[in-house]
């Protein structure tokens, strides 16, 4: 459990080894690490990622992401994400429009962050069309405010066809046949 400092020590013992699996050997590449905001409680993750800058700089960036069980206030990150800002880091933030990642709270965020991400999974129930617009909707409020923007959960033909080949969109889901790798 990632709420736990034995928790906390067992994931970045793993992240190291990922790391330098992915980028030793590839200098061109970059990976977002998942940060839980309950993490950032912990000194211990912030000296790894003191280290892990240190050694791989702009290959690495961070994507915080959400979990919709923990609702706060607007401004319960604000400190961390500038720590991460100061510290170098390129920021994202997962599940925009999921629990605390909010309209809201992506707006507080703007002049921390590059890249925002929507995920389909919330919009499993909903019809074609409305998750469309939603979609398109984050979209223009991502270009406006010159974000990277990434649809997470691409999992069906049609919704992949709908925003193929558009250059301002990213998609990841498993409809790619890659898990979540980006594409």
Known sequence: SLTTPEGNEQWISISKKSLADALTAHPQRKIYINLEPCQMEFD???QFLEEIHEQYGSQVAIEITERRETIHSLDYLDEEILRL??????LAIDDVCAGSNSYAFIVRQLSAI???KLSLLVFKNEDHETTRN???AWLTFATHHHLDFVIEGIADRQLAETFAGNPTILQQGFYWSKGSAEI
């Open 114 to 116: 590059q890249r925002i």
């Open 134 to 136: 939603f979609v398109n």
């Open 85 to 90: 800002k100061r510290m170098g880091f390129e």
């Open 44 to 46: 211990s993750v912030w």
